[in-house]
């Protein structure tokens, strides 16, 4: 099932930042790292529901605004003493365009199209 | 169903018990402590510091607010208990307050002895036994005058000394010949007494006080053979009774002490007595160690049916005086069956002495020169042969074994149940095992999962000599905490290194100072931004994505992830037109809640994120600008309305607040900064619990600072006096720039003083105006760059405008695709 959607360019989003895009599932977090890689998540922290598109980005992580939770960008863990984990979504770029798609399939496929 | 336990009393000795039952036993207990006192626990032990000014109250908290919460301990501070209904087995505080018990502990601890003196009921009559009296000690000395303090015992000497360094005259009475004649010898006691008067106190023996002097407060103290003293004060230390009012009233077996058994239960199984209120096999108890074994037995007998015995304690003393080295434990009476090694040094002012009886040491009195106490201790204790020995025993633990050692082998030699920590019980083995296990590397960490060297803090030197036993090279005394865990620098050392090797940027800084994570995280990240900011005004750009949310979009995150907005309202003051301006946009945007701060201002809260550029330009229009409410940066001057208006009004209280907002907002600071002036002493904008505070007098200007209230509660201390406004401004700016340039990120500014201290501040921004300027000239240059409204950039349009908009939406039929 294809599934894409395109949601901008990565140029659209500061480098170790985040922007949000709007979805029927809800708001989904979609980050880009110092080295420019892409990574989208539910807009909400496990923890008490923060919205993690506000956070400060670091290697592949993001910390929470409200409560300083840190949560993995690759596999939507919560790094640290609690447990908990977020949806992600898969991401890819266009290397010609730049252009950012995004998936709203299953998680599953989310976290294999991460691990490559 | 957890069941209830009822404290009465917020002591060191029960404090430790419900460290040791929450250790134990988590959940089993939901717990209600009722304290007459209205703070938390601390410990009195380090009273005496406190007194002398070597620590400050926030320095010997035991448990804070948060300790009480994390537990769910309901704690009823300043609620003294009148009653114990043991049918209903309920306690009843004053003004009403009721609590059930399943289990109660009395710990109401002792009260002061005051002698039934004629006058002994003057105002200016005082104990030494909490925090109270050490403040009203204070308010005394900070005038100065006489202090007569009656009883030379372990209280008394220490408030005498306190006294002195706080720069009063202090007389000492002492019915006794000697000083603390139940722990000295009379060789001891004298030396002491030398030692004293060189400090300038005066000590008089065989003082029988006849009575206090005065008509509403005191005057004066009368001795029995017609001597008149002149005294401001007069501190009452001759002892303490075992406060058994509440038990005795329930109907519990008293004698001098609340009775109790070897398993600390008084005659009701239901209830524990512990600390200094308890009597156990006839001995009443007045030193921290016995309280806390009692505190463990306690503890555990809560937990279930147990073997966990108190069977009485012999204890060892060491007075607290800073600069006089004194340890006496046991029984050192003279006596047939006894003999006693001595040892004196009169020009190093040493002075030794062990009483061996049975070929064991039974008493031990060491004066000036105090290391070997814990080794003497130890044997004693231990009922350790000491013939082999005693040729040296005197020279202490280092001469055995032929040649002399160095410390560090003197503690390697000890057995690893030989007791470090006397408070608290700890023996050598619990301390180098946690470092071990644990990987320990600071001094705090072993306080912290060891108790060693956390209450009266005297075996601090051998506790860090078994950290470097144990760690070897890697223990380094000085070790600070690394800022964060991308790097083992502390903040002193990078704020230290970015300006000696010129670092400019993020990068530059990980890559020179070798971070260990490729781009840091979200603490050191903001910290390095804000250090490079300050240091490199005008040359660093300051970097958004270091920033928190709220310094990035220069709101206030909220929990449902809106936005809190607070428009500057120049030293509280407001007009039609701005208040006109908020109610059009409060209504425009639909925001649902309206709040005064406690800072003078107007907050808009619940603030969608889409709309605050549309609210900026807005309150913008109005001539309103960000108030930096998120900000670690210069937040409110509050003021009052000063000469302007009010009748006790000595300065343009109000104005000095504008303008000194006006000079410093827009600037960037380690932690925020709250300001306030006051146009009298009356102080009604508070200034003495801000950053920096101003109260105005008829002769100028008061320049406080370092004040707390929040987490902490901190009165200011004053840093100087200034004549002009002029000069005020300039003192408070150059004593923030000096913050600025000196702070460690989040370090509020009270923080900053304990670790700097006052002395290097005044040196830097009081006494030398020529540096004073330089300072100030510092600020001026960075707000050349920091003086920008960052709600004008940023209103409808302007900059960083990806923040305020989603970056694409997914409509529902499209995903369903």
Redesign the interface.
């Known amino acids: 099932m294809s599934d894409w959607h395109r949601i901008g360019l990565v140029t659209d989003i500061p480098r170790r930042g985040a922007r949000c895009v709007n979805s029927p599932f809800g708001r989904i977090a979609v980050f880009r790292t110092a080295e420019d890689r892409i990574f989208a998540t539910e807009d909400r922290c496990p923890h008490k529901g923060g919205p993690l598109s506000q956070g400060i980005v670091h290697d592949s992580s993001v910390t929470c605004p409200l409560h300083n939770a840190v949560i993995s960008l690759k596999s939507g863990e919560m790094r640290g003493p609690d447990e908990g984990r977020v949806r992600v979504f898969a991401t890819r770029v266009d290397p010609l365009t730049e252009v950012i798609e995004l998936s709203l399939e299953d998680e599953a496929a989310a976290i294999r199209e991460a691990a490559e | 169903m957890p069941e209830k336990l009822v404290v009465i009393g917020n002591g060191m000795a029960p404090g430790r018990a419900l460290e040791h039952l929450f250790e134990k036993a988590p959940g089993q207990y939901e717990v209600t402590i009722f304290n007459a006192e209205p703070r938390v626990n601390y410990n009195r032990l380090m009273l005496s510091p406190v007194l002398s000014g070597e620590k400050t109250y926030e320095d010997i908290v035991t448990h804070d607010d948060a300790w009480y919460a994390s537990h769910g301990v309901t704690l009823h501070k300043g609620k003294r208990v009148e009653t114990i209904d043991r049918a209903a087995r309920t306690v009843t505080a004053a003004y009403g307050t009721t609590a059930p018990y399943d289990k109660l502990i009395v710990a109401t601890g002792s009260n002061p002895f005051i002698v039934p003196i004629p006058g002994s009921t003057l105002t200016g009559v005082l104990t030494y036994r909490d925090l109270d009296d050490v403040e009203t000690m204070l308010e005394a000395a900070s005038t100065g005058g006489r202090a007569v303090v009656v009883g030379g015992g372990l209280l008394g000497l220490e408030a005498a000394a306190g006294l002195k360094m706080r720069g009063m005259d202090v007389t000492v009475l002492h019915l006794m010949p000697t000083l603390m004649e139940r722990q000295l010898d009379p060789a001891a006691g004298y030396l002491l007494e030398r030692s004293l008067k060189a400090r300038g106190i005066d000590v008089v023996t065989k003082a029988n006080t006849h009575a206090i002097l005065g008509e509403d407060k005191v005057e004066g103290v009368k001795l029995d053979d017609g001597t008149v003293i002149d005294a401001k004060i007069v501190v009452m230390a001759v002892g303490i009774r075992p406060s058994t009012d509440l038990a005795k009233a329930a109907g519990l077996d008293v004698g001098r002490g609340i009775k109790v058994g070897d398993d600390m239960r008084t005659s009701d199984p239901d209830i524990f007595a512990l600390g200094e209120c308890v009597e156990h096999r006839g001995q009443c108890y007045g030193l921290v160690a016995p309280l806390y074994e009692m505190a463990e037995v306690v503890a555990s007998q809560l937990c279930g049916p147990c073997e966990s015995r108190y069977l009485g304690s012999v204890t060892s003393t060491k007075l607290k005086v800073t600069g006089i080295d004194l340890f006496s434990a046991g029984d050192f009476a003279e006596g047939d069956d006894r003999e006693e090694i001595v040892l004196r040094d009169a020009s190093a002012g040493v002075y030794k002495r062990l009483v061996v009886k049975d070929d064991r040491i039974i008493g031990a009195v060491l004066y000036g020169e105090t290391a070997d106490g814990a080794w003497f201790f130890d044997l004693m204790k231990k009922k350790t042969p000491v013939s082999e020995m005693r040729e040296t025993l005197i020279f202490g633990q280092s001469y055995q074994g032929g040649s002399p050692l160095d410390p560090i082998a003197a503690v390697a030699a000890l057995p690893g149940d030989a007791e470090i920590c006397g408070c608290n019980g700890v023996c050598k083995s619990k301390i180098t095992g946690a470092i071990s296990a644990r990987g320990l590397t600071s001094l705090d960490e072993v306080r912290a999962h060891t108790k060693a060297s956390s209450s009266c803090g005297t075996c601090t030197g051998l506790v860090e000599q078994l950290m470097a036993l144990t760690l070897g090279d890697a223990f380094n005394p000085q070790a600070v905490k690394p800022m964060c865990g991308c790097t083992d620098l502390s903040h002193a050392d990078v704020r230290r290194l970015i300006v000696a090797k010129t670092l400019k940027s993020i990068p530059e800084v990980m890559q020179e100072l070798e971070w260990k994570?490729?781009?840091?995280?979200?603490k050191c990240?903001?910290a390095l931004n804000y250090y490079l900011l300050a240091d490199w005004p005008g040359e660093y750009v300051d970097d958004?994505?270091?920033?928190?949310?709220?310094e990035?979009?220069h709101a206030n995150?909220q929990?449902d992830?809106t936005y809190s907005v607070v428009p500057r309202m120049w030293g509280g003051m407001t007009t039609s037109q701005e208040l006109r301006a908020i109610a059009d946009v409060v209504d425009k945007f639909q925001i649902p809640s309206v709040k005064c701060t406690g800072g003078q201002r107007i907050d808009m809260l619940g603030v969608k994120k889409e709309d605050l550029p549309a609210v900026w330009a807005d309150l913008n229009a109005a001539g309103m600008v960000s108030g930096a409410a998120y900000g670690k940066a210069l937040r409110t001057v509050k003021t009052c309305v000063g000469t302007d208006w009010c009748r006790f009004g000595t300065q343009d209280s109000t104005g000095l607040g504008v303008r000194v907002e006006r000079f410093m907002w827009g600037s960037w600071t380690p932690a925020k900064v709250k300001m306030a002036v006051s146009g009298c002493p009356r102080n009604c904008a508070e200034a003495t619990c801000k950053d920096v505070g101003v109260i105005c007098t008829d002769a100028g200007y008061e320049i406080h600072f370092a004040g707390a209230a929040g987490l902490d509660i901190k009165g200011t201390e004053v840093l100087t006096q200034v004549k002009t406004e002029d000069e005020a401004l300039e003192m408070i700016v150059a004593l923030v720039q000096l913050y600025r340039e000196q702070g460690h990120y989040l370090e509020r500014i009270y923080k900053w003083l304990k670790r700097v201290g006052m002395a290097s501040i005044k040196a830097a921004v009081v006494d030398d105006p020529a540096k004073r300027r330089v300072y100030f000239d510092r600020f001026i240059y960075s707000q050349k760059f920091s003086q920008r409204d960052p709600w004008a950039d940023r209103a409808s349009g302007g900059m960083a405008s990806?923040e305020f908009k989603?970056?694409?939406?997914?409509?529902?039929q499209?995903?369903?695709?």
């Open positions: 994570t490729s781009c840091g995280c979200a990240r903001p958004d994505q270091s920033r928190f949310i709220n990035r979009v995150i929990k992830g990806h989603p970056m694409a939406d997914i409509p529902f499209e995903a369903a695709e």
